[in-house]
């Protein structure tokens, strides 16, 4: 079964960049489509981005300048970097696989972005 | 962009009772998404395609709708039903969730 894990800090600093990985199991990211969300607190939830089967991106363009999503083929592992956070980047970030709409998603991580 | 209103904000039902809450799309998308969300769990993916029940969704589920018009129905309430539900357009990006409707049991 496929399974996802995010990972990465907890708390980051306004300014600095937040960096998280999705570790992927059960399944090839050289497959299909793997997706980044977010959840805030209250409970909006935003898409972020994804990146593709054969590396293509595609950003929600209220992130376009903040946002890169990368992966790395051999660990079957793909990365989010947004970079000058503020306090409004506090969320639950969640990976997720993208097959034409999210099916398996990561159980997520919460990022507090404070000083 | 697509925003998606749904309705109602908040609810109570009472087991056994009929539940229909509803998503709509501010343009015509080609079909609806819902995903249940139950505490710090992740969303779980319940109807694809505006009315295909997803592997191991109970058949009380069901989604409908075409347009900008969409609706999710539980035909009969359960405890384990209460939770907050998401309709989610993937037609254009960037993808929209709605604000979502919290379910409570009465």
């Known amino acids: 079964e496929v399974q996802l894990q995010e990972s990465g800090p907890g708390l980051v600093k306004p300014s600095q960049s937040l960096s998280l990985t999705c570790s992927v199991t059960g399944y090839s990211i050289t497959s299909n489509y793997w997706g980044w969300i977010r959840k805030f607190p209250g409970n909006k939830m935003e898409w972020m981005g994804y990146?593709?089967?054969?590396?293509?991106?595609s950003y929600n363009p209220s992130l376009k300048s903040r946002i890169s999503i990368t992966r790395d083929t051999s660990k079957n592992q793909f990365f989010l970097q947004l970079n000058s956070v503020t306090t409004e980047d506090t969320a639950t970030y969640y990976c997720?696989?993208?097959?034409?709409?999210?099916?398996?998603w990561g159980p997520g991580t919460m990022v507090t972005v404070s000083s | 962009e697509i925003v998606l209103t749904q309705s109602p904000t908040t609810m109570a039902a009472s087991p056994g009772e009929k539940v229909t809450l509803t998503c709509l799309a501010s343009?015509?998308?080609?079909?609806m998404y819902w995903y249940q969300q139950k505490s710090s769990a992740s969303p779980k993916l319940l109807i694809y395609y505006t009315s295909i029940l997803a592997s191991g969704v109970p058949d009380r589920f069901s989604g409908s709708g075409s347009g900008t018009s969409y609706s999710l129905t539980i035909s009969s309430m359960e405890a384990e039903d209460a939770a907050i539900y998401y309709c989610l357009q993937l037609t254009s990006t960037p993808y929209t969730f709605g604000a979502g409707t919290k379910l409570e049991l009465k």
């Open positions: 343009s015509s998308v080609n079909y």
């Open positions: 990146i593709s089967y054969s590396g293509s991106t």
């Open positions: 997720a696989r993208y097959l034409g709409y999210f099916d398996f």
